[in-house]
């Protein structure tokens, strides 16, 4: 079992920056895929970008694709996310996710843990 914690997220400006964190428990985060997701109000829950288990390459949704950066930090057992040039529309409860896979997926199905989710605002 793998209890995942999102911290990071406040509100910031259009423009901003913030980093995200998801921090692991339980079991090493090094034997999992990564991914975050978001869900804003009213909207579906929607992939954000995944990281692999092992050399760590990186995929994004093209909404955020030059804008945020998913890395992780096995020692560590976190993952983050780098988020620069928000904007309103970037406005949602972020999930982390783990996949017990070398493979991340943009498919939500496909994760077996979940954390619990840290809110960003992006202001206009």
């Known amino acids: 079992q793998v209890q995942l914690g999102e911290s990071g997220g406040r509100l910031v400006q259009a423009g901003g920056s913030l980093r995200l964190s998801c921090a692991a428990s339980?079991?090493?985060?090094?034997?999992?895929?990564m991914g975050w997701f978001r869900q804003a109000p009213g909207k579906e829950r929607e992939f954000v970008a995944t990281?692999?288990?092992?050399?760590?390459?990186?995929y994004y949704a093209d909404s955020v694709k030059g804008r945020f950066t998913i890395s992780r930090d096995n020692a560590e057992n976190t993952v983050y996310l780098q988020m620069n040039s928000l904007i309103p529309a970037d406005t949602a409860v972020y999930y982390c996710a783990a996949r017990n896979s070398d493979y991340g997926s943009p498919d939500e199905k496909r994760y077996d843990y979940w954390g619990q989710g840290t809110q960003v605002t992006v202001s206009s």
């Open positions: 990281i692999r288990r092992s050399v760590g390459s990186t």
């Open positions: 339980g079991r090493t985060l090094r034997n999992y895929a």
